[in-house]
């Protein structure tokens, strides 16, 4: 536990693509129906780039609205990281070309394959580098563009995932906000908690397409370079582990349940959320949730949701934010934030 959280967030921003595509929509496209997306998953709609549009597209506009929150400018930033399973291209990483759009120079920028826990590992990640003193700002970033990863022959996936990026800026906790309540206790990232079980790393995959399997005309027919997944199996181990992880990073924090005012989930399935509420003994009501809206856009989810809740004013300055997610690895995490 950091008596002094070492590192804090001091900006959000979010990028969702403008185009809007319900679930009746895909009926038109795979054997599927609202009726059966809405009750299994939760989700109604999701938002698709558009074509030419980039993963570091999205990704540099809510890094750019991540700033302008923050009250900083590219300049100000020592670090890039960025979760992403889809990146433009194979190499280099996404944050090369995000820190070419921003026009940052000389400054580290590195993607981390983390899937869905992506923004989790990133927020860890700057909270090293932070707290060492390697680095004073880092933009953390969760993108993806899985419209152009998922196999749309298979409805068992198609239909779940979204594209989007979201964004925060950090830094040391010593670095005040406008916004700071004086008499609240200081800001930060007060636990985290990372778990990967590659003993799993076949239920959630993008199988080939890479250095094993090279992309050949048969890998592309087979529709094997997209993302395959035993949908059960990772529902179990999201439901176990996204409430142990978040026990473990509650207790790491020395908090428990009633001293979190928001739960921001990963948002893969309203029915894992679901369970996930259940085993914590936690209310709904107090989770962030949009999978309604934006389908499950994997390591870009809790960014895009923290920054929706920040804007509209459901997290303020003072409140304890628990977040929590699981993807292919499988790896995990969770984390607690006072903003
Ligand atoms: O973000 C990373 C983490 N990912 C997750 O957390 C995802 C975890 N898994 C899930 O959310 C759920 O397992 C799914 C939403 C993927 C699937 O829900 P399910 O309740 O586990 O469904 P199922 O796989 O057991 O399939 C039930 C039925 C099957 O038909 P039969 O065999 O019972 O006749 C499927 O073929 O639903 C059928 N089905 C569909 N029907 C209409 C599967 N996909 C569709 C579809 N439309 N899109």
């Not at 002094?4 to 001091?10: D, G, K, S, V």
């Not at 999205?58 to 929150?69: C, E, K, N, Y």
């Not at 090279?214 to 890998?219: F, G, K, Q």
């Amino acid at each position: 536990m950091h008596t002094h959280p070492r590192t804090r967030i001091l900006g959000t921003g979010c990028y969702t693509p403008a185009r809007v595509v319900s679930n009746s929509d895909l009926e038109a496209i795979v054997e599927t129906s609202d009726e059966w997306i809405a009750t299994r998953t939760g989700i109604r709609r999701r938002h698709f780039a558009a074509d030419g549009e980039t993963t570091s597209d999205m990704a540099t506009a809510a890094a750019r609205r991540a700033l302008d929150a923050a009250g900083l400018n590219v300049a100000d930033l020592d670090l890039i990281v960025v979760g992403t399973v889809t990146p433009d291209q194979p190499s280099p990483g996404a944050a090369t070309l995000v820190q070419q759009k921003l026009g940052a120079t000389d400054i580290p920028a590195f993607d981390i394959s983390a899937a869905c826990a992506g923004f989790v590992y990133g927020l860890t990640i700057a909270d090293q580098f932070i707290g060492t003193g390697k680095a004073r700002c880092v933009l953390v970033v969760g993108v993806e563009l899985l419209s152009r990863a998922v196999n749309w022959n298979d409805r068992t996936t198609c239909v779940l995932f979204g594209d989007g990026a979201g964004a925060v800026v950090l830094g040391p906790s010593s670095m005040t906000r406008p916004s700071d309540r004086p008499d609240a206790p200081r800001p930060g990232i007060l636990a985290t908690q990372l778990f990967t079980d590659g003993s799993l790393a076949e239920a959630l995959c993008i199988p080939a397409g890479g250095a094993a399997r090279p992309a050949t005309l048969e890998v592309l027919a087979a529709a094997e370079n997209k993302v395959h997944m035993d949908g059960q199996d990772v529902f179990r181990t999201a439901v176990k582990q996204l409430a142990a992880s978040s026990a473990q990073v509650m207790k790491a924090a020395g908090l428990v349940s009633r001293d979190i005012d928001w739960v921001v989930p990963h948002q893969a399935n309203m029915r894992i959320i679901t369970q996930v509420a259940q085993r914590l003994g936690y209310p709904l009501e107090r989770f962030v949730l949009n999978l309604e809206e934006y389908g499950n856009t994997s390591s870009a989810s809790i960014p895009i949701a923290l920054d929706e809740a920040v804007r509209d004013g459901r997290i303020q300055p003072g409140q304890q934010v628990l977040m929590c997610a699981l993807g292919a690895g499988i790896s995990w995490g969770a984390a607690v934030v006072r903003f």
